[in-house]
Nanobody, 123 residues
């Protein structure tokens, strides 16, 4: 069992930066692939980024070059550094954990989810 708690959301101007953090409790955090997803009002939850247990990363095209995912296995945390934010980045951001080392970009590929943190980007 893994519990995930996101933090760091808030209001930021377009072009600005924000850092989200996800704290995980439970065993074997280092063995999980950790992902970030986002969901805007009236839209489906969509993949943003993932980091495998070994540290390799994969990003959605829409955030590539602007967002960076990282993890600290000693602290059981995974962060999402967001830069050059756009109004279309506004959404509730969710942290997710997937058993095993392979990553997935599908919502159904993840076993555990946090409650989400709101990111608002003003134009």
């Amino acid at each position: 069992q893994v519990q995930l708690v996101e933090s760091g959301g808030g209001l930021v101007q377009a072009g600005g930066s924000l850092r989200l953090s996800c704290a995980a409790s439970g065993r074997a955090f280092s063995s999980y692939a950790m992902g970030w997803f986002r969901q805007a009002p009236g839209k489906e939850r969509r993949f943003v980024a993932v980091i495998r247990s070994g540290g390799s990363t994969y990003y959605a095209d829409s955030v590539k070059g602007r967002f960076t995912i990282s993890r600290d296995n000693a602290k059981n945390t995974v962060d999402l550094q967001m830069s050059s934010l756009k109004p279309e980045d506004a959404a509730v951001y969710y942290c997710a954990a997937r058993s095993g080392s392979y990553y997935s970009t599908a919502v159904t590929g993840y076993d555990y989810w946090g409650q989400g943190t709101q990111v608002t980007v003003s134009s």
